[in-house]
């Protein structure tokens, strides 16, 4: 039984003891929160992360505190002798991660951080896809991210970038991790533009990530608008297919692809693949050429061979396709936490298990959101 400390019981404390309580292998023992009145049933309470980590029945620790408090936490952990799972981001400003990989290295602690989305199903297939190239390099990642601010006051430490390293650093760094996660190139240029509500509130952001094998990325996020006209897509543009994941925790999408026989069979890894047409390539319409422009049988029958860049594919087919994950989108959070907290477990116990996210490659993501974001506060213009 691996004996877990949460430091931070606020709401998204709370949600990770309960995605947690039932993992069989792992129990949360004891929390740690200034404001803890009454600890959960069958946990011990304590008001200061110090006293916690001073516990000796404490194997590792999970860190779900505000933003610039998560370095310095983990850091005490690591010394502490524990484990530790820190929620995005580990740390606000470069010598902040730099302190966290000195640690780490000298301690020999396990140090995970809780990129939850590459745990989840359809991110998941996406990174196989882009790792095997079965419809070619990757080219291009568009996010777009519309989310609420109900919850998010004017005062509220959100707003402030030494608290919470703004929107591109608190909460776009699961996408640009996301990305991270699908190419091996290292991102070669970085870019950041940000609009302000107000002289406190920058609420849109967008940055842009050239990466050396010439992945283009552009993740922008507006934190302004009510809660039921939340939206977030992913797309993942390859030589020879399409996908849009719709959600920030994805379950449903959409695809378009040029296919051969044998990459098709793929196609079934995406869940409740539903079929809209599937057309064979020598019937598709040209829509790039004028009407009655046509093709020449020549061209028609030569589209069984394409080129795209200097790459040259053999297809058949164009699929257009809808998918869905059975689960709900609860059930998909929480199965990603879960997963998160297991490869944690299993990298803290077992010497040879390798997670699926090392620090170096964490703060590697941290790397870029801290440098697009110091663009965009330093660039950000005035909106109404």
């Avoid at 009145?37 to 069958?42: K, L, N, V």
């Avoid at 606000?92 to 989305?117: N, S, Y």
């Avoid at 849009?244 to 693949?273: D, F, K, M, N, Y």
Wanted: glycine share 8%.
């Amino acid at each position: 039984m691996f004996r877990l400390g949460l430091i931070g019981y606020g709401g998204f404390g709370r949600f990770l003891h309960h995605a947690w309580q039932s993992l069989p292998d792992v129990h949360v023992v004891a929390v740690a929160d200034p404001a803890l009145d009454t600890p959960p049933p069958g946990v011990r309470g304590v008001r200061s992360w110090e006293a916690l980590l001073a516990d000796p029945e404490i194997d590792g620790v999970a860190i779900a505190t505000p933003p610039h408090t998560h370095a310095a936490i983990a850091c005490a952990a690591m010394e502490a002798g524990k484990h530790v799972l820190i929620e995005k981001p580990p740390a606000l400003t470069p010598i902040e991660a730099q302190r966290l990989r000195e640690t780490q290295a000298r301690t020999g602690r396990v140090a995970l951080v809780d990129f939850v989305l590459r745990y989840t199903p359809l991110v998941a297939l996406m990174q196989r896809w882009s790792q095997t190239r079965l419809f070619g390099p990757l080219r291009r990642v568009i996010v777009e991210n519309y989310a609420q601010d109900a919850t998010l006051p004017p005062e509220h430490w959100f707003w402030d970038p030494t608290q919470s390293g703004g929107i591109l650093v608190e909460h776009g760094i699961h996408f640009i991790d996301l990305v991270n996660a699908c190419t091996v190139a290292a991102p070669v240029h970085v870019a950041g533009y940000g609009v302000r509500r107000s002289t406190h509130q920058m609420d849109r952001v967008l940055a842009t990530v050239v990466y050396e094998d010439g992945l283009v990325a552009t993740h922008y996020h507006a934190f302004a608008g009510p809660g039921f006209f939340e939206h977030t897509s992913i797309r993942f543009v390859f030589d020879l297919a399409r996908v849009e994941l719709i959600g920030w925790i994805p379950r449903v999408g959409r695809l378009v692809a040029l296919v051969s026989p044998e990459t098709e069979t793929h196609l079934q890894e995406l869940p409740g693949l539903q079929v809209v047409q599937r057309v064979p390539v020598v019937d598709l319409p040209d829509e790039s050429r004028p009407e009655g422009w046509g093709l020449t049988v020549a061209e028609a029958e030569g589209r069984s061979r394409v080129r795209v860049g200097t790459h040259t594919y053999h297809i058949d087919t164009f699929i257009e396709a809808t998918f869905a994950l059975a689960a709900s989108k609860a059930e998909v959070y929480r199965e990603g936490l879960r997963a998160v907290l297991r490869d944690f477990v299993q990298a803290a116990t077992q010497p040879d298990h390798r997670p699926q996210i090392l620090l170096d490659e964490a703060l590697q993501s941290l790397h870029v959101a801290l440098r697009a974001a110091e663009q965009a506060h330093r660039q950000a213009v005035d909106g109404s």
